[in-house]
């Protein structure tokens, strides 16, 4: 596994060690790492508050994310206060060469992250009538289907990325002041996925 330089703001993570995947895939462990990138440092017990679990359940997670290197312990106000922190703030492993083993543990991890989009989807669609137009006009799904060169794909994502990436760099989510005033948390998740060459234009092109 690697970790990008410490200046980049961040803190993105390049994962390809299966057992680093299979111990993110876990429902409360996703929660905390979510947590600490909005609120930043947390002691296990304002955690397990938050999210209404105990603990001793909060200590053992943190502990375990710990020790592949997703959260480490932080600055405290007093000897007896023992925050955690978020190493990275974004992982990825679209860019790593898995080995089988590893890319069967980002197929369990991206399942789980995708029912987590359809419960928040959920939420959403609930609180979405009482909210004003420029946030409900532009969230929710919405689906695209084009026919690209491989080159043009590669292009295509390169561009979303920095249109994305531009933010990210500019205001790291732990970081509450470069949050803009009337600025919310949005979550993007996208899924893209590639069909099988259409067999009729294939033959036209032999």
Known sequence: MSLESSEDPRRRRLLDDPLAIRAMAHPVRLDLLSLLGREGPLTAADAARRLGISQALASHHLRQLAKYDFVEP??????????????????TWADADLSPEAAAAAEVLEQLMAERALDELAVWQKQRAAEEPAWRQNA???????????????????????????????????????????????????????????????????
Request: charged share 35%.
């Open 74 to 91: 932080a600055q405290g106000k007093d000897n007896r206060e023992r925050p955690w922190r978020a190493v990275s703030t974004s992982q």
């Open 140 to 206: 929710g799904i919405g689906r695209t289907g084009i026919y690209l060169t491989r080159d043009e794909f590669v292009e295509l994502e390169e561009q979303v990325q920095a249109l994305v990436m531009r933010y990210v760099d500019e205001r790291p989510i732990d970081d509450k002041s470069t949050r803009p005033p009337g600025s919310r948390l949005v979550e993007i998740t996208r899924i893209v996925v590639v069909h099988p060459p259409d067999e009729s234009v294939a033959e036209e092109d032999q």
